[in-house]
């Protein structure tokens, strides 16, 4: 049976550096992704996360249990996020087409997928990235904890600190603007 | 209704929100704006398009994180970039060395290769002499 999340941080608590590491390599991977893709650079995303768990290691004796300890992380992940989207004062960066690479591709395809499906569900990707990147920060973030971690309204609304109610709407306007520019590049690939 | 006139007694936007992703709520509100799909075109439009943008948003995949953090001493924490050592080396060493490769394999394998009147013919020290 593994230990439980709030286990690995009471023996973390108590020096156990090996349960924190339980814990990074258990949530690294969300942390990394809800980072890249909310800013939306491969280094500053790695960047954001490493920085997430040293500050949680830091914090870690003064966690009490009040929220789930990745609720926390989260937090902490998106605090950080946005000061770099200030400190940037810059929307998302979209990666470079260019950034490609064909050996990676080949790589990451499916045992059953043929190059065409591999270009085809990368192109979509990086669409939907580029369409991701014209929204509201406040817009992508929720869409980005819905959508991607799963989390509830009421989850989403505890995070960053806003009522129920805004968090359903921030999602209905990103997901308008996200069908127009979507259905835009689908009219302008025929 | 048409397919522009909505008449939802409450917070559409929410309602579809709400509809959209299942997510707990109140019970009576969401089967009240189930009824009202039946008779309005625009919303059940509307909640198709959305579900349509969900699947699009569903092929967003982050590139793979090309590092390992490790706390193994929490307070000097190590990033260790992953290997991918070949792309550090120039690329002008990687051809010197492939054709290194290639004239010691040709080498072991003592090939012989000739193009005259008969043609391209290959030969190695593995084969019999003709």
């Known amino acids: 049976m593994p230990w439980t999340d709030e286990e690995l941080v009471a023996k973390s608590i108590r020096g156990d550096a090996d349960s924190f590491n339980e814990l990074v390599l258990r949530w690294e991977r969300p942390i990394y992704a809800l980072a890249y893709r909310t800013i939306g650079r491969e280094e500053d995303a790695r960047d954001v996360c490493q920085e997430t768990f040293l500050r949680a290691f830091r914090a870690l004796p003064g966690f009490r249990g009040q929220a789930k300890f990745s609720s926390w992380l989260y937090r902490i992940a998106l605090n950080l996020c946005r000061d770099w989207v200030r400190r940037e004062r810059r929307t998302p960066v979209v990666q470079a087409p260019e950034d490609v690479d064909l050996i990676e591709m080949a790589a990451a395809a499916e045992p059953s997928e043929s190059i065409e499906d591999l270009v085809a569900r990368k192109d979509l990707s990086r669409l939907v990235e580029r369409a991701m990147a014209l929204l509201p920060e406040e817009q992508r973030t929720a869409i980005v904890l819905k959508e991607y971690h799963g989390l509830t309204f009421q989850e989403i609304a505890d995070l960053v600190g806003c009522p129920l109610s805004t968090v359903k709407t921030r999602l209905y306007q990103g997901l308008t603007v996200l069908r127009r520019e979507l259905a835009r590049n689908d009219k302008a690939k025929l | ?130």
Do not use: K
């Not at chain 2, 970039?81 to 492939?98: C, E, K, T």
């Not at chain 2, 090939?111 to 290959?122: E, K």
């Open chain 2, 1 to 130: 209704m048409t397919d522009s006139f909505c008449g939802y007694d409450g917070d559409r936007d929410e309602a579809l929100v709400a509809f959209l992703y299942d997510d707990g709520g109140d019970r009576q509100e969401r089967e009240l704006f189930e009824a009202h799909l039946i008779t309005c075109a625009r919303c059940r439009n509307e909640l198709d398009a959305l579900r349509g943008v969900r699947t699009q948003l569903a092929r967003w995949a982050p590139p793979e994180p090309a590092f390992a953090v490790t706390y193994g001493n929490p307070q000097s924490a190590i990033r260790t970039p992953q290997s991918r050592w070949w792309r550090d080396i120039p690329a002008w060493a990687q051809v010197a060395a492939a054709l290194l490769f290639l004239g010691v394999s040709a080498g072991i394998a003592n090939l012989d290769v000739r193009y005259d009147a008969n043609g391209l013919s290959v030969r190695t020290g593995w084969m019999p002499p003709e």
